[in-house]
């Protein structure tokens, strides 16, 4: 039966409740604040815009009330299983929402890595404020959830002009034992000036017919001249469900580089907003989804230009197989008095069966008039021309098929730069496994 | 110019200061809408039983709709029991010479290139015999009778030919299918039937023009064209010259429906008042347009310039059900001053092989606001289907405002989709370019204006063309540079 949203409430009191004290009344005040706006926003429904070609009937259904149980911990759960071998400078092991220290390990010049968890337990008042500084309250009744009830987290903080020699990695593992819960969770990235660095999160499941509700939101905020290019593979077990909220917003010639990946889960959707909030600052977020049967993934962005002299870049691909459907919306927005913005976007969907089904919808609001900006999206086929190419150099239909898919998302997969992380995503994408 | 503004206002709020109207109101209903109100309009066009039902059953449906909100414009809520819902045609109020007309719109008239004679016609100046519009339309209605074309009002068309309305009517855009088209289907005054009889094809361009004088069709214009097998049209429907209006609200339901091998092409230049300077008045333009490519090989072909109207909410749709059918949408949408439209279109590929077109030209232009909003499905069966679509906005000072919110739907594999967007300011490479040929940069701008509506303009008939070019100018005079 589906829970009502009473119940939802009821579990997030609870929560709340077993919360260290020395958070402070003002976190548990903004909890309250987000759990009542839970209740007026309720949860979206295609009747909204932003969820018109999403249902969440299907998740709602499922009942994800109860948060992952927390209390045990650092059991091994094969996490050495899905390390790679990647020049880390730090990863941070999340099992079942929860940050496991004794996986993580990190370096500690000029970067600060902690828990959220952590932070609430010693009242850590300049990082919990900076939590929902970013997100508001929260845009649906998902997000709004999301900061009534998160329980963890990690929070990175990057001094001024530090850069970091290799990648940090945050893993998030699933474990048997997050079947039919929700695993709510927030991040925090902050870039001081000058910083620079890169993030690599992945997104895994220790049982791939497992299913649960991980919800994430990240705030990721970046001072002037900060860099951060942010690598997201979300290969969730096929029963998951997944929802991110990204929150970026940059100063002054700050630059963002983000890179996702989704081809795992039965439900994903990722929303992306971007906010210049000063001039001079440049984003850039390249994306690839793939679906199978009974998948769907959703993207939604919104890139915010309401300062002058920004520009943006955005590139997603897709590639739809069996009865798989997916979503793209990308709205690009350009202030009053945002001149000089310049913003291109563009989609591109591959379809290849029959039951598959794309909904796309790029949007442009502009209102200053020196801008340049643009967007363009298509839908379509393999070009029976290269494959009857291919075909005449010796391939087979299936292998020339394959080589032509592997081409059409290699210009995303490249930018995920790691030789390991590039291997991970054609070995699971399984091209030439494909009978379509 | 201020004076000449309240003037023009006045004009269009149907409160004519110089008082040369008598008893303007004689025939008018009381404002309001009930169900006795639909009753009388239909009973006064002496009405089929069925009519009058379909008019009720709309009307009781509208009242359980609300005014859809999701469009990108602003404007007071419209209160619907302050609007008369009709006016008999016979007093459209006479002038007795040009020189009672608005110098304005006569200076606009002089611009466009317009004769005198059809000037005094489009201000409602009395006609004299050498120009008699109800003469002209007879030697036109003559020579369509021969073709075995209809085109007629649509009262009359009901009065004569109530099986064939019947059969067609709201079989395009039904009543429950948004809410100014339950409103039209309510309470429409008037409008045009057009019938195409097998394999005729049609040996003139229709245009509402001809039927100026005859009937004004008021606020709820209803148009219905039918072309058979085999058939083609050409239909032409508004003036470049900017047209006076007492009625602030228009919800216009326009049907077409293309059967085998049958070719419709219609096209709008619509000028409305567009309300003040400083955005006041002006006319609210909500229509629905819709074409059924019924048949195979049917085409259908909707050309738009919009200039005019303070707010403009229209979306002239194809549904391609039959195979190999055409659709195509071209349109030019200039705001500027306060006006807003949020126009666009919707291609449902229904039927194999099925093909549509999309060229969207925006120019918003001091405070203007101009969004595209555009629907693009492939159903499951409609193999092979083919979409291209390009919307273009042109951005001329930095108050104005353009979007564009494309929905592409694709639910089958063989389908080409493809949808591009861009949005800038004129170039100041090509301005550069033009000044140094010795251009001046009004001219220069102009001409760059045109050749980015070249696209679309070279959709319209000739004439039409050529108007809708001196249009553009005069749209856009001071608003560039």
């Given at each position: 039966m589906t829970p009502s949203l009473s119940d939802y409430k009821r579990w997030t009191l609870q929560g709340i409740e077993t919360l260290p004290m020395s958070s402070g009344d003002w976190m548990i005040d903004r909890r309250l604040a987000a759990l009542e706006r839970f209740e007026a926003l309720g949860f979206p429904d295609r009747r909204s815009e932003a969820w018109r070609y999403t249902s969440v009937e299907g998740l709602l259904k499922q009942g994800f009330v109860a948060p992952a149980n927390t209390s045990q911990s650092d059991q091994d759960d094969g996490i050495r299983n899905h390390l790679l071998p990647l020049a880390t400078v730090g990863r941070l092991v999340f099992i079942d929402g929860q940050f496991i220290e004794a996986h993580s390990d990190y370096p500690s010049g000029g970067v600060r890595v902690s828990s959220l968890k952590a932070a609430m337990a010693t009242g850590d008042r300049k990082v919990l404020q900076a939590v929902g500084s970013l997100s508001g309250l929260g845009e649906d009744g998902f997000a709004a959830l999301n900061l009534a009830g998160f329980h963890d987290g990690a929070v990175i903080q990057v001094a001024q002009d530090v850069r970091l020699d290799g990648p940090l990695e945050i893993l998030h593992l699933s474990s048997s034992r997050a079947e039919g819960r929700k695993l709510p969770t927030r991040h925090l990235i902050l870039m001081e000036r000058g910083s620079q660095a890169e993030l690599i999160e992945r997104f895994v499941s220790e049982d791939q017919m497992s299913c649960y509700f991980n919800h994430q939101v990240v705030e990721i905020s970046l001072a002037e001249q900060a860099r951060l290019n942010h690598k997201r593979i979300q290969m969730e077990s096929r029963q998951a469900y997944h929802l991110s909220d990204l929150h970026i917003a940059l100063q002054s010639k700050a630059s963002y580089h983000g890179v996702m990946a989704a081809i795992g889960g039965c439900w994903s959707r990722t929303f992306i907003s971007n906010r210049f909030q000063q001039p001079d600052a440049h984003c850039e977020l390249d994306g690839l989804y793939l679906v199978d049967d009974g998948q769907l993934a959703d993207f939604h962005l919104d890139v915010d230009h309401q300062v002058a002299s920004c520009s943006s870049r955005e590139n997603f691909k897709g590639l739809l197989r069996g009865s798989g459907r997916a979503v793209f919306d990308g709205l690009i927005q350009v202030g009053k008095g945002a001149q000089k913005s310049e913003a291109h976007l563009h989609n591109a969907n591959l379809m290849l069966s029959r039951q598959a089904e794309v909904d796309t919808k790029p949007q442009l609001m502009i209102l200053a008039d020196d801008v340049v900006c643009s967007h363009g999206t298509s839908v379509g086929q393999l070009d029976d021309q290269a494959i009857f190419y291919l075909r005449s150099r010796g391939l087979d239909e299936q292998r020339a098929r394959a080589l032509l898919c592997q081409g059409f998302l290699a210009e995303i997969v490249d930018k995920f730069e790691h030789q390991a992380l590039i291997e991970l995503l054609n070995r699971r994408m399984n091209f030439v496994g494909s009978t379509e | 110019?201020?004076?000449?503004?309240?003037?023009?206002?006045?004009?269009?709020?149907?409160?004519?200061?110089?008082?040369?109207?008598?008893?303007?109101?004689?025939?008018?209903?009381?404002?309001?809408?009930?169900?006795?109100?639909?009753?009388?309009?239909?009973?006064?066009?002496?009405?089929?039983?069925?009519?009058?039902?379909?008019?009720?059953?709309?009307?009781?449906?509208?009242?359980?709709?609300?005014?859809?909100?999701?469009?990108?414009?602003?404007?007071?809520?419209?209160?619907?029991?302050?609007?008369?819902?009709?006016?008999?045609?016979?007093?459209?109020?006479?002038?007795?010479?040009?020189?009672?007309?608005?110098?304005?719109?006569?200076?606009?008239?002089?611009?466009?290139?317009?004769?005198?004679?059809?000037?005094?016609?489009?201000?409602?100046?009395?006609?004299?015999?050498?120009?008699?519009?109800?003469?002209?339309?007879?030697?036109?209605?003559?020579?369509?009778?021969?073709?075995?074309?209809?085109?007629?009002?649509?009262?009359?068309?009901?009065?004569?030919?109530?099986?064939?309305?019947?059969?067609?009517?709201?079989?395009?855009?039904?009543?429950?299918?948004?809410?100014?088209?339950?409103?039209?289907?309510?309470?429409?005054?008037?409008?045009?039937?057009?019938?195409?009889?097998?394999?005729?094809?049609?040996?003139?361009?229709?245009?509402?023009?001809?039927?100026?004088?005859?009937?004004?069709?008021?606020?709820?214009?209803?148009?219905?064209?039918?072309?058979?097998?085999?058939?083609?049209?050409?239909?032409?429907?508004?003036?470049?010259?900017?047209?006076?209006?007492?009625?602030?609200?228009?919800?216009?339901?326009?049907?077409?429906?293309?059967?085998?091998?049958?070719?419709?092409?219609?096209?709008?230049?619509?000028?409305?008042?567009?309300?003040?300077?400083?955005?006041?008045?002006?006319?609210?333009?909500?229509?629905?347009?819709?074409?059924?490519?019924?048949?195979?090989?049917?085409?259908?072909?909707?050309?738009?310039?919009?200039?005019?109207?303070?707010?403009?909410?229209?979306?002239?749709?194809?549904?391609?059900?039959?195979?190999?059918?055409?659709?195509?949408?071209?349109?030019?949408?200039?705001?500027?001053?306060?006006?807003?439209?949020?126009?666009?279109?919707?291609?449902?590929?229904?039927?194999?092989?099925?093909?549509?077109?999309?060229?969207?030209?925006?120019?918003?232009?001091?405070?203007?606001?101009?969004?595209?909003?555009?629907?693009?499905r492939v159903a499951g069966k409609a193999e092979n289907a083919r979409n291209h679509t390009r919307c273009d906005s042109l951005l001329i000072g930095d108050r104005c405002a353009a979007h564009t919110f494309p929905y592409i739907e694709v639910k089958n594999p063989t389908a080409k989709v493809e949808h591009e967007a861009t949005t800038s300011k004129v170039s100041e490479d090509q301005l550069f370019y033009c000044r140094q040929r010795g251009l001046t940069e009004e001219d220069a701008v102009s001409m760059i204006i045109n050749g980015f509506c070249k696209e679309v303009f070279q959709e319209l008939p000739m004439e039409f063309a050529v108007e809708a070019q001196k249009l553009l100018a005069v749209s856009l005079e001071g608003a560039v540079g």
């Open positions: - | 110019m201020g004076q000449t503004n309240s003037e023009m206002e006045a004009l269009i709020a149907g409160e004519y200061a110089q008082g040369f109207i008598t008893q303007i109101d004689s025939d008018t209903f009381p404002p309001g809408l009930d169900e006795a109100v639909v009753r009388a309009i239909s009973e006064r066009k002496g009405e089929p039983e069925w009519m009058l039902q379909k008019r009720l059953e709309a009307y009781r449906h509208w009242l359980t709709m609300d005014q859809p909100d999701w469009a990108a414009i602003n404007h007071p809520p419209i209160d619907f029991q302050q609007i008369s819902y009709y006016s008999s045609p016979k007093q459209s109020p006479k002038l007795e010479s040009l020189d009672q007309v608005d110098p304005e719109i006569l200076a606009t008239y002089e611009k466009l290139g317009i004769s005198i004679e059809e000037q005094k016609a489009l201000a409602g100046v009395a006609v004299d015999a050498v120009f008699d519009s109800v003469s002209v339309a007879t030697t036109f209605r003559e020579s369509l009778a021969e073709a075995g074309v209809i085109f007629c009002a649509i009262s009359e068309a009901l009065r004569d030919y109530p099986e064939l309305v019947r059969q067609y009517m709201a079989s395009v855009v039904p009543h429950k299918d948004n809410f100014f088209a339950a409103l039209n289907s309510a309470v429409f005054s008037d409008g045009t039937f057009v019938y195409i009889p097998k394999g005729v094809k049609c040996p003139m361009e229709l245009s509402t023009y001809f039927r100026i004088n005859e009937a004004k069709t008021g606020q709820f214009e209803r148009t219905l064209i039918i072309a058979e097998a085999g058939s083609e049209v050409s239909y032409l429907e508004g003036c470049t010259a900017p047209m006076r209006d007492e009625n602030q609200l228009h919800a216009a339901v326009v049907e077409l429906v293309a059967m085998e091998d049958a070719k419709i092409k219609y096209s709008t230049v619509q000028n409305w008042y567009p309300g003040d300077h400083e955005g006041k008045g002006g006319i609210y333009n909500f229509v629905t347009k819709r074409g059924d490519c019924r048949g195979d090989r049917s085409r259908i072909s909707w050309t738009q310039v919009e200039t005019g109207s303070a707010v403009t909410w229209k979306y002239p749709s194809c549904i391609l059900r039959g195979r190999d059918s055409v659709g195509e949408f071209y349109s030019v949408a200039v705001t500027k001053g306060f006006q807003q439209a949020d126009t666009g279109t919707k291609m449902i590929h229904i039927g194999e092989n099925s093909r549509s077109t999309i060229v969207s030209k925006g120019i918003s232009a001091m405070q203007g606001s101009n969004a595209y909003r555009g629907l693009v």
